[in-house]
């Protein structure tokens, strides 16, 4: 089986522009969730999609949205990026939404920077 | 907010058992106690989770007080891998979303 895969690793962006990172999550697995990791900190939660359709989200602004396709891939877009989004963001896929059932099996992240 | 406190930093030397405690004194009774782990530059992964009883798998064992108020995550022989930041959560049975809310987690330093 494969894990769950981020893309890009990295990636520089400049103040007020968007960006959207990707997800594909470990095969079998509908429900996926989005994290953000700043320097230092615990990953927070953003949000979490289940089989396309947002079911959950975190005390962060509109301009983070998300994505999940038919394949339960994902993508995760922000929009007029601040300095402060600056962090590691990380994807976890699960078999179920209940995830006492199910441990998360997260990606490696995608470490974003914005000048 | 995370629903947990562990102590900042331990240190273990290798061969030896490495305890981590963490206390979680508000928990309700229909949430689970989850320990994830991360190595630096990766994704957390996941160790263990119980409820109340004490369990066990190939990477850990978990052992919950009988009020459930702390927990105990314990490495039987920890390596030099197993040097990394580990989070203890706790989180409910939701119908629509069981988030994992992260603290800051103790940094276990395993030395030669």
């Known amino acids: 089986e494969t894990g769950v895969t981020q893309s890009p690793t990295h990636l520089i962006k400049t103040r007020g522009q968007q960006v959207t990172l990707r997800c594909s999550s470990q095969s079998g697995h509908n429900t996926v969730s989005w994290y953000q990791q700043a320097l230092g900190q615990g990953p927070q939660f953003i949000f979490q999609y289940y089989r396309e359709e947002e079911n959950g989200r975190g005390n962060f602004p509109p301009r983070f949205s998300g994505l999940q396709f038919p394949n339960y891939s994902s993508e995760l877009n922000v929009n007029a990026l601040e300095l402060d989004d600056s962090a590691l963001y990380l994807c976890a896929s699960s078999l179920s939404r209940q995830v006492s059932n199910y441990g998360y099996t997260f990606g490696s992240g995608t470490r974003l920077t914005v000048v | 907010d995370a629903k947990t406190t562990q102590p900042p930093s331990m240190d273990c030397a290798e061969g030896r058992a490495a305890n981590l405690p963490c206390n979680h004194s508000t928990i309700s009774g229909n949430e689970y106690v989850y320990w994830y782990r991360q190595i630096h530059s990766q994704g957390p992964q996941y160790i263990i989770h119980g409820l109340k009883n004490n369990e066990t798998n190939e990477m850990a064992s978990l052992i919950i007080t009988e009020d459930r108020k702390s927990s105990t995550l314990i490495l039987p022989h920890a390596t030099l891998r197993d040097t990394a930041v580990y989070y203890c959560?706790?989180?409910?049975?939701?119908?629509?979303?069981?988030?994992?809310?992260f603290g800051t987690g103790t940094r276990l330093q395993v030395f030669p």
């Open positions: 959560i706790v989180s409910g049975l939701s119908y629509n979303t069981d988030k994992l809310i």
